[in-house]
């Protein structure tokens, strides 16, 4: 009897720890950047949107990051003014603006692009993340431009005072941690009078080792205040050896042939995994004493030699489950992938370019990932075995997905006696590119034994 009792316990000490180990998460870690997608997208185009809504995002960024900082609500497009850029930053930016101000005239872009946001959100059913223009934008223009988008029914979880605004390229002319705590300060006071209820974001600095680096002192100064409710980074994973800025490979090194180099690339992201983004995450946590973090720009680091490939699909899947299954990002509440739409190669997951569409390698992974931000109340349990990282799926305690993403040459063979439906994201090689034919498959099929194949280099989603 007493046996009998222990054991009973036992099996309900299992299934209690079983569950209490799961983790629910927020749908807004399910978010992407809209930068530049209006330039050169239409969403009044139904293909575009219909696209769009194939991976089902739940938080849609406005109107970006360098863009975002030099935002005027009443203009054109953007409502750049290209005197004020040259007079705050230096840097590729310029340029880049530039390049955008005259593509919009050119396309005869007279209205302001805060109305093709709402129209996306609304096609989307998304949320909105604000970036305001903490250096030039009046007091008066930053809140109407909420209400507008508040006044248009779109719900708004936050607003980002500023972006990225500890670089180089502003403290080059002059801006400092001063400049921007005295305005974002004024700017969060004024935002949370009016609209109560909303978050406000303040941009934290890179993470540098020398105690005495500007940034560390920007961290430091940021950290004593308490006027915010949230703190923002960016993240990039970086996987080829060279020198980087801002999220991009400006100079690469060769690291052997594409085998050779791609199995140096899957150890590093391995690591990136495993070691050096949850003590990244866990520094922040320290500076900020567990503030929430909102991750409002993150991709694999722009490289000719990764973009648009396998690997980069795989990663991306990674990146969002890692997130809501990992206990260590506890505090990150809110992300947006960079970037949904834009004439860039390997950053967007829909690339405009000789007035064409092009689908990237990240389109796939994501519609796979986005099951799970479509359904309520699912927790996840994650779980790793060498390069197979597995996530289950529960609602209401009852296992409702498997997902499998193996970064190895090994197949692996389970078995799974009620699957409904296989999906599969995958190829040879992690080199392989999206545009190349045949290279890459995506397929969904109804499994005819209770077999499932995890093939190499691939995800798998179990129903």
């Known amino acids: 009897m007493m046996r009998s009792f222990l054991f009973s316990f036992f099996l309900l000490f299992l299934i209690s720890n079983k569950v209490t180990s799961q983790q629910y998460y927020s749908n807004n870690i399910f978010g992407f950047a809209t930068s530049n997608t209006f330039t050169f997208f239409d969403v009044n185009e139904k293909k575009f949107i219909e696209k769009v809504n194939k991976i089902s995002p739940k938080v849609l960024r406005f109107p970006g990051g360098a863009v975002g900082n030099f935002y005027h609500y009443n203009g054109p497009a953007y409502g750049m003014n290209i005197n004020e850029i040259d007079s705050l930053i230096t840097g590729k930016f310029p340029k880049r603006a530039r390049g955008l101000i005259s593509f919009s005239k050119k ?260 519609q796979i990932v986005s099951k799970f931000f479509n359904e309520k109340n699912l927790q996840v349990n994650r779980k790793k075995e060498e390069n197979l990282y597995i996530y289950e799926f529960y609602q209401e305690d009852k296992l409702k997905y498997l997902c499998y993403i193996n970064w190895s040459k090994k197949e692996k063979t389970i078995k799974y006696k009620k699957a409904n439906m296989i999906t599969q994201y995958g190829g040879k090689n992690l080199y392989d590119l999206n545009s190349e034919k045949n290279r890459i498959f995506f397929n969904k099929e109804k499994p005819n034994n209770s077999n499932v194949s995890i093939l190499p280099y691939s995800i798998t989603l179990i129903e």
Not at 113 to 122: A, G, R, S
Not at 205 to 213: E, S
Request: net charge negative; hydrophobic share 35%.
């Open 107 to 366: 396309k005869g872009h007279r209205q302001n692009y805060i109305y093709d946001f709402i129209k996306l959100t609304k096609a989307t059913n998304s949320s909105a993340v604000i970036v305001v223009n903490v250096l030039t934008e009046s007091n008066k223009d930053i809140l109407q431009m909420i209400q507008t988008i508040v006044d248009n029914n779109v719900d708004v979880v936050g607003i980002e005072l500023g972006s990225e605004m500890s670089n180089k390229s502003y403290f080059d002319k002059g801006y400092t941690i001063e400049n921007y705590l005295n305005k974002s300060k004024e700017i969060s006071e004024i935002i949370k009078e009016k609209f109560p209820n909303l978050k406000t974001a303040v941009v934290a600095a890179p993470l540098i080792k020398n105690k005495l680096h500007r940034h560390n002192i920007w961290n430091h100064k940021l950290s004593n205040e308490n006027f915010y409710d949230a703190i923002i980074i960016h993240s990039y994973a970086k996987v080829v050896k060279g020198k980087d800025q801002y999220g991009q490979m400006i100079i690469e090194e060769n690291e052997g042939d594409k085998d050779r180099a791609f199995t140096i690339y899957e150890n590093r992201i391995q690591s990136f995994f495993e070691d050096s983004y949850p003590k990244e995450i866990d520094e922040y946590n320290a500076i900020f004493d567990k503030k929430p973090i909102w991750i409002t720009e993150w991709n694999l680091q722009y490289s000719k030699k990764t973009g648009n490939t396998l690997f980069q699909g795989l990663f991306v899947a990674n990146f969002f489950l890692e997130l809501i299954s990992n206990k260590c990002y506890e505090e990150i509440e809110l992300t947006t992938f960079h970037n949904l739409a834009g004439r860039d190669f390997g950053g967007s997951v829909f690339q405009k370019k000789d007035n064409q569409t092009f689908i990237q390698s990240t389109f796939a992974p994501l």
